[in-house]
């Protein structure tokens, strides 16, 4: 009886610990993965203080491109990294002349997690985020409004201790919330 006792409260404890010891790895990915999908919808987050319609110049389009390298690598790697700073360079190029709005601030308001397999130093996640426009209103309220579901499929590498986006492709899902 002594030894079922004991095997009982090893099984309790290892039970407890392992609750109090949940692998971050899901979470971390999720929220690499939000910060990665939210980039490529927020232009308005590499404008530079200070800015305003019309023509920039070269110092705030310089500025606008630093601010979006160092974003991205923060959360992005590899093809991921650089095919999205691609076209977003390019977004910001297209609006050096001022007559061209791309410049946009969006984001995610939903990001459901359908399959996560995590081997190693390696996360492959499918699932669908709910995209939202962010708009002011009166100069100083900022709503944000649901938009568009969007599949995503992404591969994540852990590089140094952290969860980056190294493949990633959004494809729409269906219009409105």
Known sequence: ??????????AVASLVLGASNADPAPEQIKASLQSAIEDTLDGAAFETAGWTA????DASVVAMHTT???RLRSHMTGAALQSWSATLDAAIERERDGQHVVVTSGG???LEIGRLDVSGDRAIVSGRSLDSIRSTTLGSTVVSTPTAWDR?????LRVDGSWLVSELSLQPEQSGP
């Open 1 to 10: 009886m002594k030894g079922l006792s004991l095997v009982l409260v090893c």
């Open 54 to 57: 019309g023509a920039l110049d």
């Open 68 to 70: 979006l390298d160092a």
């Open 108 to 110: 995610v308001t939903q």
């Open 152 to 156: 995503v499929s992404a591969t994540l």
